[in-house]
């Protein structure tokens, strides 16, 4: 049995300002309490919550520093912010022990944004097609600057260097440690490790997809069967659903029976047919999107990490899971990004705090560019309004709402979406509530994202996701 984390889980720390607005060193919960209701501190940020003192500069304080660990992830990156001391253990032995202060999941909308260029794509397709109008082919060799990245591997990179940014303005971060992993998508493809030249032959080597199918799968349909029929190629799970052109996404289906699955899901199509389905779904592969987005984006983040200031060490993903597995912890984004980096196991090293609430900062954008509505053909049915201020209040700020009677009468805090009436939607732990600008009080503009917590776990190992 495997040696189980066996150090403390307390509550996240509380990020600290100077006077002069310079970060401190962060504290505990409990002694910002003290500081603001003594009056020697200010609320400075609701989210992350943050103070600044009033009579205390950081030329008068003394910071030690803190480090920022991140483990960067397709859907979610976390980051963790630590303290490394020397302690002694019970043989009087000094070792360098790693404190977790303040851990925050970073949740990506990636897939949000390739969704919409997808469908702005397609209404203009849509109505270029419909209208008949000639327009000259564009040109396929189109040069894109260095470093170019697709929108939603853009946003990736630009979020997780953003959120970095505000830790720096906020914590004395005098280290970043970063986790870089590499994926060998052929070798993931095949379910086996290739060596050298084997890499030159994939699986449509000396090939086209049309003939691999055809050998593979017999020249007949793969639904019903049939044979001596022409036959195209269907794609098990839709292209429109967010399916691939694998070929282990790829089947020989009739023109019926292509024509009869569409864009439906595989598992409804075939759900009176449950041995068929069993079948299909089992020559499919695990999707290598998650591994082409880390390895298309992992160089450009560390580059721009290394603008922000502080010196960036780069660790293999290998030594963040035997550090994680020799504490025995759980395996979530933001604990990989608390094990990111050397431990000297050997002589003592050890991991001996874990915030017990994450911050998850959810990406959710700032509105949308477009100043109509399209119909379901792509063409405008109704154009929305250009002003996003309406009563002082712009949907995402962070407010709080006096109801003084009613059903909903009360205090409440949540993100706002604004009506031009003045009647304001309020997200709460209840629902949402609409509430009259007037009884609204602002705690902090939005700033694109959402806010939430979550309970961090030290149980038994879990699989993550993204």
Not at 34 to 44: M, W
Not at 104 to 110: D, N, S, T
Not at 148 to 157: D, G, I
Not at 339 to 357: M, Q, S, W
Request: proline share 5%; net charge positive.
């Amino acid at each position: 049995m495997r040696p189980r984390y066996s150090g403390g889980i307390g509550a996240s720390r509380v990020f600290v300002l100077a006077k002069d607005r310079q970060p401190l060193m962060p504290c505990h919960p409990a002694r910002a309490r003290q500081l603001l209701d003594s009056g020697r501190a200010v609320v400075h940020l609701q989210v992350p919550f943050t103070i600044r003192l009033k009579d205390r500069t950081r030329v008068q304080s003394e910071v030690d520093g803190v480090q920022v660990r991140v483990d960067p992830g397709s859907k979610a990156t976390g980051f963790a912010l630590t303290d490394e001391r020397t302690e002694t253990d019970q043989r009087g032995e000094a070792a360098l022990v790693r404190r977790g202060l303040i851990a925050v999941e970073l949740r990506h909308r990636g897939d949000q944004i390739r969704h919409c260029m997808k469908q702005r794509a397609g209404y203009r397709h849509r109505r270029r097609s419909a209208n008949l109008r000639h327009r000259a082919p564009r040109s396929k060799n189109r040069t894109r600057p260095e470093g170019w990245l697709a929108p939603s591997l853009r946003h990736r990179v630009d979020t997780t260097v953003s959120l970095m940014n505000r830790f720096c303005r906020y914590a004395p971060v005098t280290e970043v440690h970063v986790e870089s992993v590499g994926f060998d998508s052929h070798s993931m493809s095949t379910g086996k490790q290739f060596r050298e030249g084997e890499y030159r032959n994939g699986t449509l080597a000396g090939t086209d997809a049309r003939a691999y199918l055809l050998s593979a799968q017999g020249r007949t349909c793969r639904y019903c069967g049939a044979t001596g029929v022409a036959l195209n190629i269907d794609h098990i799970h839709p292209v429109s659903r967010g399916g691939s052109s694998r070929t282990s996404n790829l089947v020989l289906a009739c023109v019926p029976c292509n024509q009869a699955k569409g864009s439906t899901p595989v598992t409804l199509f075939l759900a009176d047919r449950p041995e068929l389905l069993a079948e299909v779904l089992a020559q499919t592969r695990t999707p290598l999107r998650d591994a082409a987005v880390m390895n298309s984006t992992r160089r450009q983040l560390i580059e721009a990490l290394n603008v922000l200031g502080p010196p960036v060490r780069v660790w293999p993903g290998g030594r963040t899971q035997r550090n994680r597995t020799a504490m025995g912890l759980d395996k979530t984004h933001t604990i990989d990004a608390l094990a990111v980096g050397d431990l000297d196991r050997e002589y003592g090293g050890r991991i001996v705090r874990v915030p017990a609430r994450v911050l998850v900062v959810k990406a959710t954008g700032r509105g949308s560019y477009a100043r109509t509505t399209p119909d379901r053909f792509g063409f405008p049915r109704l154009h929305r309004a250009r002003t996003k201020q309406h009563f002082g209040y712009i949907t995402g700020d962070l407010v709080r709402a006096t109801v003084p009677a009613g059903k909903w009468a009360g205090t409440w805090n949540g993100r706002v979406a604004v009506r031009a009436r003045g009647q304001h939607s309020i997200a709460t732990p209840r629902g949402r509530i609409n509430v009259s600008h007037r009884n609204l009080r602002l705690l902090q503009r939005g700033d694109g994202y959402a806010y939430d917590t979550r309970q961090e776990s030290v149980s038994p190992p879990s699989r993550k996701s993204g």
